[in-house]
């Protein structure tokens, strides 16, 4: 009976971390009323609803607009609007100079020529002595809020409209089949090639569409595998009790001794058919494990390919505004890639092992001619992909902007030469980000015709007159590629605003104070190796993720890290990297992340399944970080040396 009373209780879980955890952590801001502590104070609170969900991740992401100003961990930049008796306006700011400024950097307007605003924004004092102003109205733009929107999360949705449009017009699909009908249906090389396409893919679009798309592919190649073992089965089974019958009677004419045979005259075989059962069953828990996999594995390898990344780039830029853009599209995928590579391989032979036995013969099927399986297997592929038919103009249109898109994030600054940035533009280099080229091809794609246009000249046959007329009301450019229907209702908005609510939680740290004195308090760990600290905090990264989300993660623990790093005089992105890769390692759990929720949903594995792949898996993925930033991650980002641009924000 005690057992079962808090099982009650577990209705009001919700109510009770909602209501109590602000009032247990009260007594911080209250006892130490310092602006580092009512910014801890703000930070825990949004850790535990993250972490326990009680409500929706993005809400709690928009708590800092509030809570910040009004604990004062932020302060608001307050302005007055005065009219003159001409109809003109003039913005005053109320406190220092620096908040018309702060206005106008950040909004994108001089400051007295704001909608009509004439002369300079004067201080309160210069503003009174003029008899001609009207006040017409105080507003208050927040600091914090300028975080939600800004260049990373710009970046991100601009790859984001370019992920949606890829996945409208099925080239993802195309592109998934193709390669599939390539790598060919042996056991392994089927594997290789779900997770070969599956981490592709994901490094473009977001893993969770990735995963809803290959594992339907996955399911129909097993069942269409099954089907056939089943028809050939049957067949065996047809002709073996022919020549059983045979053998049996000319067995009794010769030998008396009875043979136990069953009903339809076969010999029992339960102990190969319960083998192959079994094995039947390992297969497809391997076959769609990898895809979920592969998927998370592929979405480290571009900057844009999932959250954590662009939490990284977002606090690089916030924590360090004069990093030089070490990180961009160019450098992260230069670091990265072979990461992804490296893992990818190890991923493939540890789940290969685990549900398929390495048998070299079987498994790549040297020397053998292909199964009616296999056969099957093949035929599904090419079924699919004769469905899709001849590559449309739509398509070629997507397929050649993202083409464009992913040369001009390579071009833009390659490092070992001038990139087009600096060369067609006067300090393009210094104002001109990845998130420009990412929302110009976002605007082409609103823009471009999915359809070829016709051209239709005036001296038309008589013979087609009403369909000339019909071709002549149409407009010369059809529907564009994209519309914004489709983008509204595919756009991971709960993403964008978590990602900014980790900016302002990034911008709040630094500003009040929070994070220097954290990284004061990690002082002592500058005895440690930095490789073996770097180690150490992937592991517990690679633990947290599991139960939280991945982008809360990193948005979390990535200040953290910089503090840590600046205060034992390391390279930042020492601790930073391994800490984002890890964010994405999770492999354990179904509720870890939506592609393992994705798969587990078709029935193929169990909890226990996921979880004794994935510890090995997280394990693969940390001691391949490691050896990352340990070896061509050095020479890419410069990590022997603690950079000035580190330094010199410490003493800021």
Known sequence: MALMCPRPLLRYRSFAILLFAPLLLLPLPITVPTREAKCAYIIIIMAVYWCTEVIPLAVTSLMPVVFFPLLGVQSSKSFRLFSTKKGNRVLESGGSSKAATALSGNVGVRPGALNGFEGKAGSTSETSKRQDLVPLSIFFVLQVCLQYLNDTNMLFVGGLIVAISVERWNLHKRIALRVLLILGVKPALLMLGFMIVTAFLSMWISNTATTAMMVPIVQAVLDQMDNTENDVTMMEQATGQTNTVIELEEKNASDPTPVQVISNGQVPDGTRSSEEKKMKKRICKGMTLCVCYAASIGGTATLTGTGPNMVLKGQMNQLYPDNNDVVNFASWFGFAFPNMILMLVLAWLWLQCSFMGFNFKKSWGCGTVRTAKEKAAYNVLKAEMKKLGPISYAEFNVLVMFALLVLLWFSRHPGFVKGWASRLFPEGEKYIT???????????????????????????????????????????????????????????????????????????????????????????????????????????????????????????????????????????????????????????????????????????????????????????????????????????????????????????
């Open 434 to 652: 990845d998130s420009a080229p990412a929302v110009f091809i976002a605007l082409l794609l609103f823009i471009l015709p999915a359809n070829k246009p016709k051209f239709i000249g005036w001296n038309s046959s008589m013979s087609d007159t009403e369909q000339t007329e019909e071709d002549i009301k149409k407009p010369f450019l059809s529907a564009p590629l994209l519309d914004w229907n489709v983008v509204q209702r595919k756009m991971p908005w709960s993403i964008v605003l978590l990602l900014g609510g980790g900016f302002a939680l990034a911008d709040a740290s630094a500003n009040s104070g929070l994070s220097a004195w954290l990284g004061h308090q990690m002082t002592p760990l500058g005895s440690i190796p930095p490789w073996s600290i770097a180690t150490v905090l992937s592991l517990i990264i690679a633990v947290f993720t599991e139960c939280t989300s991945n982008v809360a993660t990193a948005t979390l623990f990535l200040p953290v890290f910089s503090s840590m790093a600046t205060s034992v005089k390391i390279h930042p992105l020492y601790v930073m990297l391994p800490g984002t890769l890890s964010a994405s390692f999770a492999f354990m759990l179904p509720v870890a992340t939506p592609p393992n929720a994705i798969v587990f949903s078709y029935g193929h594995i169990r909890v226990l399944d996921m979880v004794r792949s994935g510890i090995v898996m997280n394990i693969i993925g940390v001691f391949c970080v490691t050896l990352a930033i340990n070896t061509w991650g050095r020479p890419i980002f410069e990590l022997d040396t603690f950079p000035t641009w580190a330094n010199s924000t410490t003493n800021q």
